[in-house]
């Protein structure tokens, strides 16, 4: 389906970038984004996901606002305290941008739902609060050959990465043993889980349309609190017990469309 004039005149800034155009807005249209975790980090990813035009959105998250969150939850308003939070997600990027789809899914990850989940997506965005949710998602999208944008912070550092099965190491290969993590044990600042949605989005969106080169096969690391940022390259354990069996394709490129980054 082609694009509307209203969708012309809502992304004609972005169009103007080079290599983008109106093609690249018809794939961001023609993708559906699944987005786990939607708070302070997922919630801001799926902001600007929803204002460069991907044509649907897959919201999950389960609870109730508490106040707490509302330092960093910017699609939150205060007289949501106490109700589900993906709802109101849902209701302000549908008043930010009508012409596309939002689903909102009130739940949190588990095995019994993941599947259905990424099977319903072209990419996802793992913006989880725990390592539970973050495997599940990362099995999945092996299972289902389906690229997925890692996104991790912890104090005032942030982790991100791109994950393709197939092509790149996955979360398992970068973190065979997990590490504690008590959602309750550390600070959040709003302005660290927002610098490192909105590089989220970006990979999302570069991943989609071919714009520039996205983070296949590195981590990028961020020390917030000195503003340094390191490229790691990650490691592919061919013993992996999620993604070993899969034959690896490393100088493939797989950014020119999404549909060739996930058959």
Avoid at 72 to 81: A, E, G, P, S, Y
Avoid at 91 to 99: K, S, V
Avoid at 195 to 215: F, H, Q, S, V, Y
Wanted: glycine content about 10%.
């Amino acid at each position: 389906m082609p694009l509307s004039p209203t969708e012309l005149d809502r992304y004609r800034r972005q169009m103007q970038l080079p290599g983008f155009g109106e093609a690249a807005q018809l794939q961001l249209k023609n993708t559906t984004a699944l987005v786990t975790g939607v708070g302070g980090l997922g919630g801001t990813a799926a902001l600007y996901l929803a204002v460069a035009g991907v044509g649907k959105l897959i919201l999950v998250r389960g609870g109730d606002l508490i106040r707490d969150d509302l330092n960093r939850q910017v699609l939150m308003t205060d007289d949501w305290v106490g109700k589900p939070r993906v709802y109101k997600a849902q209701q302000t990027l549908a008043a930010l941008n009508p012409d596309i789809e939002i689903e909102a899914v009130c739940e949190y990850v588990s095995a019994d739902n993941i599947d259905e989940l990424v099977q319903a997506a072209d990419i996802a965005l793992d913006c989880a609060f725990d390592f539970k949710e973050r495997d599940l998602l990362n099995g999945a999208c092996v299972r289902h050959g389906k690229p997925m944008v890692e996104a991790a912070m912890n104090s005032m550092e942030a982790y991100l990465t791109t994950i393709i099965p197939g092509q790149t190491p996955c979360l398992t290969c970068l973190y065979p043993e997990k590490p504690n993590w008590d959602r309750w044990g550390f600070g959040v600042l709003g302005a660290v889980s927002g610098t490192l949605a909105c590089l989220a989005a970006l990979e999302a969106i570069k991943l989609i349309t071919g714009l520039g080169d996205p983070l296949l096969g590195q981590l990028l690391t961020m020390d917030l609190a000195r503003a340094e940022f390191t490229k790691l390259r990650t490691f592919h354990d061919h013993d992996c017990p999620v993604c070993g069996g899969i034959s690896h394709h490393p100088k493939k490129t797989a950014n020119r469309q999404l549909a060739t980054a996930a058959p």
